[in-house]
């Protein structure tokens, strides 16, 4: 997955994903406070400390106008996606710390969706804790959000790269139960490493059958 620090932030694109996409349109950013746009800089420049993100975090929760979910989701996926610096060492582990916060406040504007819940499915299986993001999966299955498209891709994308093909195969099949079958096509085919090679071949050949 490309680390690019910016991308998050562009404009959505017209791929598949882009329903889930996480940046905020014209209108909605020029409205968002100044520490919206605090957080973002200091997460663009590698100065964001975890102090810091909290701080900006809760003043976005909590403020006389909570920020919409949909921006609260873009600072998550790029803090997600944010390589190690010197003020933050795990992008994943804070976002994920930022995502109980926003849980715990309980705003109906800021309340996460299933796109929240996938971006930490994300930093777990980052963290190479997919048992973890299992038990979220299972989570977000209960919230009554509906079947979430980015999730489903994101458990079964983490178990391929860990080599559980088995689990990964298992889950696919779950999907192609509910008739998601066609979600297969958005998960990127691995091009390094022939043991990488012969676990695509194993799945795909699975989800033949």
């Known amino acids: 997955m490309s680390r690019r ?7 959505s694109s017209s791929s598949a994903s882009s329903t889930a996409s996480t940046s905020a349109p014209a209108n909605l950013v020029r409205a968002l406070p100044p520490a919206y746009a605090m957080f973002k800089q200091r997460l663009l420049s590698r100065t964001l400390g975890h102090d810091v993100a ?3 975090f809760d003043g976005l929760l909590r403020g006389a106008d909570p920020v919409p979910t949909r921006a609260l989701n873009a600072l ?6 944010a390589p190690p610096s010197a003020a933050c060492s795990d992008g994943p582990s804070l976002a994920i710390e930022l995502f109980k916060r926003m849980d715990r ?5 800021a309340a996460p969706t299933g796109y929240t819940y996938s971006i930490l499915i994300d930093c777990y299986r980052r963290a190479h804790r997919l048992d973890l993001g299992l038990v979220i999966f299972g989570r977000l299955l209960k919230t009554g959000l509906g079947q979430n498209v980015v999730a489903y891709n994101t458990i079964i994308d983490g178990f391929f790269k860990e080599g559980e093909v088995d689990k990964a195969y298992d889950l696919f099949r779950e999907m192609k139960n509910k ?12 091009s390094i490493g022939c043991a990488s090679q012969r676990q695509w071949t194993k799945l795909t050949t699975y989800s033949a059958r």
């Open 105 to 109: 406040c309980a705003s109906p504007l």
């Open 179 to 190: 008739a998601f079958h066609r979600m297969w096509s958005l998960i990127p085919q691995p």
């Open 54 to 56: 909290c701080q900006l």
């Open 76 to 81: 998550l996926s790029a803090l997600a996606r």
């Open 5 to 11: 620090r910016l991308s998050i932030f562009a404009s």
